[in-house]
């Protein structure tokens, strides 16, 4: 672990903020995950979300609309945020203030895996729309991740994606990691993925 990480990790673990990294290929549904998610948990928890995109605000647009504090970084081509990035717009936040932090990192399903940001947790979203090979293919984000979600379910009768094999795959590469099916159309999964959420941040306050 570098020194930078953790300095993050001991920063935002001394105030009891519980930090993830939520990866995912571009269009996954990262964001509307997060906006699902602001949704539910606007007024019982106090979010913060830091957003990485290589040249645009569009994603931290579409946060500030829920009236969640949002931080943008662009990382001006680069293909995944690092601590350094993070760091330095973590000293923005006032962290006493907060339950949960989001990192949302740059889309791509390969650079983010490698990197951490002085989060507790990774989680990465794929959309049944990529292909129920990709856990296969890119085994390293589902090797880092603390929890997967499986988005866009609402269209899966239009998808040839085979949901058994590729929780299959995810179980065999990260055995006992839960696998949520996710809609942001529907809600399907929102509830839970958001249920695991909570309990994160409860077990990062019982650490304090
Ligand atoms: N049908 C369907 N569409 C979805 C769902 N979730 C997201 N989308 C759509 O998928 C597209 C991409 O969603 P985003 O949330 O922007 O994806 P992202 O992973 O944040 O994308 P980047 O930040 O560019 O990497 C948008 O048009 C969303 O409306 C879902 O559950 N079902
Ligand atoms: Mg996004």
Not at 16 to 44: D, F, Q, W
Not at 68 to 74: A, C, D, F, K, L
Not at 102 to 119: D, H, M
Request: hydrophobic content about 40%; proline content about 4%.
């Amino acid at each position: 672990m570098t020194v930078l990480r953790r300095r993050i990790r001991r920063c935002s673990g001394r105030k009891g903020v519980y930090v993830i990294n939520l990866m995912g290929s571009p269009g996954a549904g990262k964001t509307s995950v997060l906006e699902k998610t602001m949704e539910k948990l606007k007024g019982e928890l106090r979010m913060a979300v830091v957003e990485g995109d290589l040249f645009t605000s569009k994603d931290a647009d579409r946060i500030e609309k829920h009236g969640v504090p949002v931080i943008q970084i662009n990382t001006a081509g680069g293909c995944h945020l690092d601590a350094p990035m993070v760091q330095k717009v973590a000293q923005q936040m006032n962290l006493d203030e907060l339950d949960l932090l989001i990192v949302e990192n740059v889309g791509n399903l390969v650079c983010p895996a490698e990197f951490a940001v002085g989060e507790d947790d990774k989680g990465v979203v794929l959309s049944i729309t990529e292909g129920d090979d990709k856990p296969m293919k890119y085994p390293l984000i589902f090797k880092e991740s603390a929890i997967a979600l499986l988005n866009k379910v609402d269209i899966l009768p239009y998808c040839n994606f085979d949901m058994a094999a590729a929780k299959e795959d995810i179980t065999t590469l990260h055995p006992g990691m839960p696998v949520i099916e996710v809609s942001c159309t529907t809600e399907q999964g929102i509830d839970d993925w958001c249920q695991w959420l909570r309990d994160r941040v409860a077990a990062k306050k019982a650490q304090k």
